[in-house]
C-alpha cells in the first residue's frame, strides 16, 4: 500500500512539473520591429490618417503594411535582418494625390545584431539605426527617440506630416505646402527628436 501511495505522489508531481513548464513558455515579442507613429507637423499632436498605401520597397501590393481603406494612427515597419538598409513606400491615395502619383520614400540604414533572449524565446534581432532618409512631398521630417530597436512594443519613431484640413479647400500639395521630393537625411546616431516643422491635418 505504501509503495502505490509513493507511485501516485510520483505521477502526480511529474504532471505538476511538466504542467509549470508548460505553462511559463516564452511569453514575449519575438520579434524586433520599429513602431512609427504619425503626428501633425502644425501641432505636433498625433493624428490618424486614411487612404495611405503603405509597404516595404518593391514588395507586392498584398503585402501591404497598411491598406487605402484603413484609418491608422501608427504602423509597423518591420526591417530586413539580411540588408543595412530597407525603404518603404508610402502612397497616397487621395483622389487628388493619386491622380499626380504623390508619395513618399523612407529608407532606414541601419546595424542587426543577433541577440539570444531565452532557451524559452530563443534568438532574435536587435537593430541599431544610424541614419534616416526620405522624401518630402507630403512627409515633413521623421523624429526618432531611441535609435535601438527591441523586441519590448514601444513606439520611438515620429512621423510628421504636412496635411489639410478636412475643412480647408486647399490641397496639401500645392506650391507652399508641398515638397519638392528630394530626400533629406536623419542621423539617429545621437537618439535625439528631430525637430519638427508645422504642419496640417488631412485626416
Given at each position: 500500500?505504501k509503495?502505490?501511495?509513493y507511485?501516485?505522489s ?7 512539473v511538466?504542467?509549470g ?7 514575449e ?9 504619425f503626428?501633425?507637423?502644425?501641432t505636433?499632436e498625433?493624428?490618424?490618417?486614411d ?8 514588395a507586392p501590393?498584398d503585402s501591404?503594411?497598411?491598406a487605402p481603406s484603413?484609418q491608422?494612427s501608427e504602423?509597423y515597419l518591420?526591417?530586413?535582418?539580411t ?10 491615395m ?6 499626380v ?6 529608407t532606414?540604414?541601419?546595424e542587426?545584431k543577433p541577440w ?9 534581432y536587435?537593430y541599431?539605426i544610424?541614419r ?6 507630403l512627409l515633413?521630417s521623421?523624429?526618432i527617440?531611441?535609435s ?23 490641397e ?5 505646402n508641398?515638397?519638392?521630393g528630394d530626400e533629406?537625411?536623419?542621423d539617429?546616431s545621437?537618439d ?5 516643422p ?5 485626416a
Amino acid at each position: 500500500m505504501k509503495t502505490l501511495v509513493y507511485i501516485v505522489s510520483l505521477v502526480a508531481l511529474s504532471v505538476s512539473v511538466l504542467t509549470g513548464c508548460n505553462a511559463v513558455g516564452c511569453t514575449e515579442n519575438q520579434n524586433s520591429v520599429p513602431l512609427a507613429g504619425f503626428y501633425s507637423m502644425t501641432t505636433g499632436e498625433a493624428i490618424s490618417i486614411d487612404s495611405l498605401a503603405i509597404g516595404g520597397s518593391d514588395a507586392p501590393d498584398d503585402s501591404l503594411l497598411v491598406a487605402p481603406s484603413e484609418q491608422v494612427s501608427e504602423v509597423y515597419l518591420p526591417l530586413r535582418s539580411t540588408a543595412t538598409a530597407t525603404t518603404f513606400v508610402i502612397k497616397y491615395m487621395q483622389r487628388q494625390l493619386a491622380a499626380v502619383g504623390a508619395e513618399d520614400r523612407i529608407t532606414f540604414y541601419y546595424e542587426s545584431k543577433p541577440w539570444f533572449a531565452s532557451e524559452d524565446c530563443g534568438a532574435m534581432y536587435h537593430y541599431r539605426i544610424t541614419r534616416v532618409a526620405h522624401t518630402t512631398q507630403l512627409l515633413d521630417s521623421i523624429g526618432i527617440s531611441d535609435s535601438l530597436v527591441t523586441n519590448i512594443e514601444l513606439q520611438t519613431i515620429r512621423l510628421y506630416f504636412r496635411t489639410a484640413d478636412p475643412d480647408d479647400p486647399d490641397e496639401p500639395l500645392d506650391e507652399d505646402n508641398a515638397g519638392d521630393g528630394d530626400e533629406e537625411d536623419t542621423d539617429a546616431s545621437d537618439d535625439a527628436d528631430v525637430p519638427a516643422p508645422e504642419v496640417a491635418r488631412h485626416a
